[in-house]
């Protein structure tokens, strides 16, 4: 009971703040309410058990990338509280969301999720989150998890080649 | 554990290792490494080529197949003609030249990891390194703006795709409960294929649609074309779209094949979409690289016609088509290169009088054109012909007719790029146009190559035809 | 493989290998790249003559097929058929080829695309050939193409005119469209019959394995492609234009091969044609009304070279109205005459341009005196293609008529008496204008006959012209009717003599009309002009057919394109460009504007996706559960 409400608290604070961050004049604040969304995902993951991806979603997103962003528009930025928001084409914007999202809802409801066939996720909850997601990296995933280090090496160069000022340069 | 199948990947991730280091020791004459990077992958094609694998690893989530076999050897010769594309006409500055070509190995190495791939997780992230790196190749004229832009919206509308993409695998992994293509074909074939996945496989097929300039996604491709670098946007152009198709192939003529109610009438109608407004807007364009853009959109829309065709023949036709494709693409898109060398601009206007100036390059742009256009004996022509012909063998009669009509309408601005070369003279005398010897002999090889497949194209039907074959009876 | 297969191959192949040569090697040398090219279509008519005489020896079925590719389990092949059909059509296209070639070399003297002319001509006279002796649709379908491209090539790059170059284009775009519907049928039909090979699919249609309504769509379709390389009604606008290239090309591709080549493809696959009563009724009703239209225009043209392209497109429109009729022999007996006197025809108007400099008739005049030879000859052209007897005309267009009249089509018939009326008319027109009466301009007075490497090749088309008729005199035992036919029987042949005696009638009427008109001026032009009103404006204005299709291409084409552009543009990019405008305006960097655009860009690709979705959400009844329903 505590549970479900706890639930229906995040959720709404999820879709709050996701809205918040989209419509917010201000830049800023909607980083900041990006963080907030994201942590709002973080305590679902935390009530689903899975404390290992709560915990990442917490370091990576709202500790690395939101705040990376917030330095970002601070450093690019004379004044943090201009508003560079363009508004115009916010009806078809909000019709499309509001229509895709009423679709997901409608085919997640309507989907018997109890037919399915597969491996139940039941059976991995007893086992230790970490050590199974340990497992799993280096033995089924081991070559998306390879391919990611090459992913990240190539991302690497990008950002230090277009980043990069060149001699001679002085913008 | 086979690491053996594994070997072309390993090569190429030896290779891009290779240009990084080069790219430290050699402090001048960085032209070394362009040349080192060409050889080294031009060998590698022939190794791959040469030396064709058959078996499985990982629990089944890489493959060796022959469609993996037939992919690579696409991207990698994609890879190969850029490369030499590139070596005279990119104009980065001479630290980055080591990182340019790594990106390029990069993203070749992306791409052979998609089309080998049979879970999706490494397939999502396998379509991440070769869209990443391709985001940066797109952007790294940094001088010209329009190069940055191309990169951006890349980056942008690539992440949006991605986020569709991704949410539909999230749907099919939900309501599966496994990555692995095989075992969701398993529980397609249960028969248990609920509204979730259902929307999921439409999301995957849009997700998927960005590589291919499918309509809608297709959005993106007229302003990174113009914008990238042109060795860039011909790689994009080829061995991007041959490597989003092949996915495409993986999950829809495989995985989903039970489900082809779902995504045949989708892809049918956004075939005709893609033909139509690939076709209609090329018609009004200026400038001869966003007119190419449009054209490959076209092309996109009639490979999806033989895509929907009759399950062996049409992933052979389209097996085929990609392969012509190549070839005729890289040829326009290196004589594009060569006159922007020269004159500095991909503007239409630019190319009056080429055939008067320039006759080598003109009959080589003609040459590519009609191929697009699919007029025989050039590869464009049995290509088209046998993708029709796929969609015909099921019966899609509208779809068959409305293709032809576009192939036929597109013809229409064909002719005006070959009209402007050969009828107006060009308004201020021109200099005589230097044609590096690489890029002359790179034309040529595309011009016999093309004129070759379309005047013999039995053995590579064959091929492809074997190789559509092999991904049903070899899985395991 | 036998001889005949070998020789016909060859012949095919030797065209090719003078392109190859002379833009492989002898470019830079004029003269020597002429030789090379009338060399090799002359080892081509040889063996074209070789493979005539032996089928008038022994007239059979040569077939030969080489495997070329698999598609799913359907094998094509490269093949040659070689039967009566093709020795003539290969002595045609061999023979008019040469002489146009050596007729080339004159008229095109001193021109620097000299070399690169005769390549083309090679390279059109090989894809001619390889239409002839193909065996099966794909490989006849890809040597059509090749014909378009050649025609395209040597219409629109030898001459550097916008004309010429917006006429080459014209001419390839309609040949397009009619290909279109060649192509699809071509599909239809080979994704029914599993084959390609002309053989076995006529075979599979005469088993009566195809729905006879879907038959008569593919045949129809199969006939689009006719449409546009024989320039049948609504598709012959693009061969009067076409005559804007050099007039040996007029000569060669646009009056006997290249437009004869639908006439061809529709007597190659007569077995396919004769099963569809309905699809035949078409075609013979486009023919003959094509004729009569296409002369009516030629009636009041002013340029040479449009006068007898118009009276080609008629011309070939008795072709066609001929093999509609199921009148196969007699189609292809006024094919192989035609080849002859039209190809004199354009030549003499070629020696009268060449030695007048222009193409406008009131400006020549008196022709007779300073060029004897070309006047006499196209006199005999002029006779011939009228149907006056003995000409090779008179025998072919009689046949026709006789067919017309026992397929017991006496609206074509009559159709067809009127059209021989008109032609004789016009062409007297032509020939009182041009050669006779007074010198009209300085440029006639100049006039100079022509050197003899273009009046020799005139000469030898007009003995043509006068004997080749004879080959189809009716009822003899050695004649064109007893040898070639298509089915199991020589269609019954006797000399009509009623049909003869008003066919004679209607020509000589049609002479002597012109006569009076313009050599006596009995009857004044301008009466003439007056009493036939709004007709007249009509035909000088070619039925408007040109502006029509303007107009509608305009409208239709172009709507839908600038709609769709205007989505693309305005949608999408207006609101930005209306944005970066404002941006520019209050001095940012464009860069930033950017951003605008790709949020235009991310809402098509997000609303395309959910569209798709909806749409497939309505499509499909099973996935309305998607949204609830159910």
């Excluded at chain 2, 694998?53 to 994609?78: R, T």
């Excluded at chain 2, 023949?313 to 012509?324: D, R, T």
């Excluded at chain 3, 090799?40 to 070329?68: D, R």
């Excluded at chain 3, 020549?364 to 052209?381: D, E, N, Q, R, W």
């Amino acid at each position: 009971m505590v549970e479900t409400l706890l639930f229906y608290v995040f959720a709404a604070a999820i879709v709050f703040t996701a809205v918040m961050m989209v419509l917010s004049p201000n830049i800023f604040h909607s980083a900041i309410y990006l963080a907030l969304c994201l942590f709002g995902v973080a305590a679902i993951f935390a009530m689903l058990g899975s404390f290992f991806l709560a915990g990442l979603q917490v370091l990576i997103y709202i500790g690395a990338v939101v705040v990376l962003t917030i330095f970002v528009i601070s450093l690019t930025r004379q004044v943090s509280g201009e508003s560079d928001a363009q508004m115009g084409n916010i009806l078809p914007a909000f019709l499309t969301a509001g229509l895709s999202t009423t679709l997901i809802i409608l085919a997640v409801l309507k989907t018997d999720w109890n037919t399915m066939a597969g491996e139940s996720v039941a059976a991995l909850e007893k086992t230790n989150n970490v050590t199974l997601l340990g497992n799993q990296l280096i033995s089924s995933f081991v070559l998306p998890f390879e391919v990611i280090s090459v992913l990240l090496l190539a991302a690497l160069i990008g950002a230090v080649v277009i980043v990069s000022k060149d001699a001679g340069e002085n913008k | 554990m086979n690491l053996k199948l594994l070997s072309d990947e390993l090569m190429l991730t030896g290779i891009i290792t290779a240009v990084l280091l080069l790219d430290f020791i050699i402090k001048d004459k960085k032209q070394i490494i362009a040349y080192t990077f060409l050889a080294l992958i031009a060998g590698l094609t022939l190794f791959i080529g040469l030396h064709r694998q058959q078996g499985v690893v990982l629990n089944g989530s890489f493959i060796y197949d022959g469609i993996s076999w037939f992919s690579k050897l696409i991207i990698m010769l994609g890879a190969v003609l850029a490369t030499v594309m590139s070596l005279e006409t990119i104009k980065v500055k001479p630290k980055y030249t080591g990182a340019y070509y790594a990106l390029m190995g990069t993203s070749a190495l992306g791409m052979m990891f998609l089309v080998s791939s049979k879970e999706l997780v490494t397939l999502y992230v396998a379509l991440e390194l070769a869209t990443i790196s391709l985001i940066v190749l797109s952007a790294m004229h940094k001088h010209d703006d329009l190069s940055l832009e191309a990169g951006m919206k890349y980056l942008l509308l690539g992440a949006l795709s991605s986020g569709i993409l991704l949410y539909g695998l999230s749907l099919v992994y939900a309501s599966a409960k496994t990555t692995y293509l095989d075992r969701i074909m398993a529980v397609v074939s249960s028969g248990a294929a609920g509204p979730a996945f259902i929307l999921g496989i439409i999301l995957v097929l849009l997700g998927v649609g960005f590589k291919l300039s499918m309509v809608p996604m297709h959005v993106w491709t007229p302003d990174v074309y113009q914008g990238a670098p042109t060795p860039v946007a011909a790689y994009i152009s080829v061995a991007s779209k041959a490597a989003g198709f092949i996915f495409a192939i993986r999950l829809f003529q495989y995985t989903f094949l039970k489900l082809d109610y779902v995504w045949v009438p989708i892809l049918m109608v956004l075939a005709v979409l893609t033909m139509m407004i690939g076709n209609l807007v090329a018609i009004s364009q200026k400038n001869l690289k966003r007119l190419l853009a449009y054209s490959t959109i076209s092309q996109a829309g009639y490979i999806l016609v033989g895509f929907v065709g009759a399950s062996v023949i049409g992933i052979s036709s389209v097996l085929f088509y990609l392969f012509a494709y190549t070839l005729t693409n890289i040829l326009a898109f290196t004589v594009l290169a060569v006159v922007a060398k020269n004159t500095g601009s991909d503007e239409l206007a630019d190319y009056s009088g080429l055939a008067r100036r320039e006759p080598f390059l003109a009959v080589s742009l003609m040459l590519a054109l009609l191929s697009l256009a699919g007029i025989p004996p050039l590869a464009g022509f049995v290509g088209k012909f046998y993708l029709f012909y796929a969609a015909m063998e099921k019966g899609y009669v509208w779809l068959v007719i409305i293709a032809a009509l576009n192939s036929t309408l597109s013809l229409y601005y064909y002719l005006l790029v070959l009209r402007q070369m050969y009828i107006y003279d060009s308004a201020v005398e021109m200099p005589k146009m230097k044609i590096p010897v690489s890029l002359r002999i790179l034309i040529i090889v595309c011009i016999i190559a093309i004129l070759a497949v379309g005047i013999m194209p039995g053995w590579f039907i064959d091929t492809t035809t074997e190789i559509a074959q092999n991904m049903f009876t070899y899985t395991k | 493989m036998d001889n005949m297969i070998i020789t016909g191959m060859l012949a095919a192949v030797m065209p090719l290998l003078g392109f190859l040569i002379i833009q492989a090697f002898t470019k830079k040398h004029h003269m020597l790249s002429a030789y090379v090219s009338i060399a090799m279509i002359a080892a081509s008519f040889t063996m074209a003559v070789l493979i005539l005489l032996g089928q008038l020896k022994t007239p059979g079925m040569h077939n030969y097929s080489l495997p070329w590719m698999h598609i799913g389990s359907v094998e094509m092949n490269i093949g040659f058929m070689i039967n009566q059909l093709t020795s003539v059509m290969l002595v045609i296209v061999t023979f008019v080829s040469m002489l146009v070639q050596i007729y080339s070399i004159g008229y095109m003297h001193g021109d620097d695309g000299f070399s690169k002319f005769f390549s083309f001509i090679s390279l059109f006279s090989f894809s001619m050939l390889g239409v002839v002796v193909s065996n099966n649709l794909m490989q006849i379908y890809i040597f059509w193409e090749l014909v378009g491209l050649c025609s395209y090539l040597l219409i629109g790059f030898w001459y550097t005119k916008p004309e010429a170059s917006d006429a080459a284009k014209k001419a390839f775009v309609v040949n397009r469209v009619g290909d279109f519907g060649f192509l699809l049928g071509i599909i239809f039909l080979s994704t029914k019959a599993g084959t390609f090979d002309f053989i076995a699919v006529e075979e599979y249609v005469k088993s009566g394995a195809i729905d006879p309504n879907y038959l008569t769509v593919i045949v129809l379709l199969l006939f689009c492609g006719a449409l546009g390389k024989s320039a049948q009604f609504p598709m012959h606008v693009w061969l009067p234009d076409a005559m804007e290239g050099p007039t040996p090309v007029s000569a060669l591709i646009h009056a006997a091969t290249m437009v004869a080549a639908g006439v061809f493809m529709v007597a190659r696959l007569f077995g396919i044609f004769v099963l569809s009563p309905g699809a035949m009724l078409v075609v013979a009703y486009i023919g003959g009304f094509t004729a009569i239209f296409a002369a009516s225009i030629a009636l009041t043209q002013d340029d040479i070279k449009r006068v007898l392209a118009y009276s080609t497109v008629s011309q070939l429109g008795y072709m066609v109205m001929a093999l509609g009729v199921g009148g196969y022999t007699a189609g292809m007996f006024h094919l192989t005459t035609h080849a002859f006197f039209k190809a004199l025809l354009f030549l003499g108007a070629g020696s009268v341009i060449h030695g007048v400099h222009t193409n406008n008739i009131w400006d020549m005049g008196g022709l007779h005196k300073k060029m004897p030879v070309t006047s006499v000859t196209f006199l005999i052209a002029a006779l011939a293609i009228s149907g006056i007897f003995p000409l090779a005309g008179f025998w072919s267009k009689d046949e026709i008529l006789v067919a017309t009249r026992e397929a017991g089509m006496p609206l074509l018939y009559y159709t067809a008496l009127i059209t021989a009326f008109m032609t004789a008319f016009y062409m007297f027109r032509l020939y009182i204008v041009t050669f006779l009466g007074k010198e009209k301009g300085e440029a006639s007075r100049r006039a100079h006959e022509s050197p003899l490497n273009m009046t020799v090749p005139l000469m030898i088309l007009a003995l043509m012209s006068v004997v080749a008729g004879f080959a189809g005199v009716p009822g003899q035992e050695n004649s064109i009717y007893n040898w070639l036919y298509h089915g199991e029987h020589p269609h019954e042949t006797h000399f009509n003599m009623p049909v003869a005696i008003t066919s004679t009638v209607v020509a000589v009427t049609g002479i002597l009309l012109a006569f009076a008109v313009y050599f006596f001026n009995w009857i004044k032009a301008e009466n003439l002009k007056k009493a036939s009103g709004p007709l007249y404006a009509l035909s000088k204005n070619k039925f408007y057919i040109d502006e029509i299709y303007l107009f509608l291409i305009k409208r239709c084409f172009f709507t839908i394109a600038e709609a769709v552009k205007w989505f693309d543009k305005q949608v999408v990019d207006g609101v930005v460009n209306m944005a970066a405008f404002v941006m520019r305006w209050s001095g940012r960097a464009l860069r930033n504007t950017m951003t605008g655009r790709v949020q235009d860009y991310a809402l098509v690709i997000f609303g395309g996706a959910v569209a798709a979705i909806v749409a497939f959400a309505i499509y499909n009844p099973a996935a309305l559960q998607l949204l609830g329903g159910r």
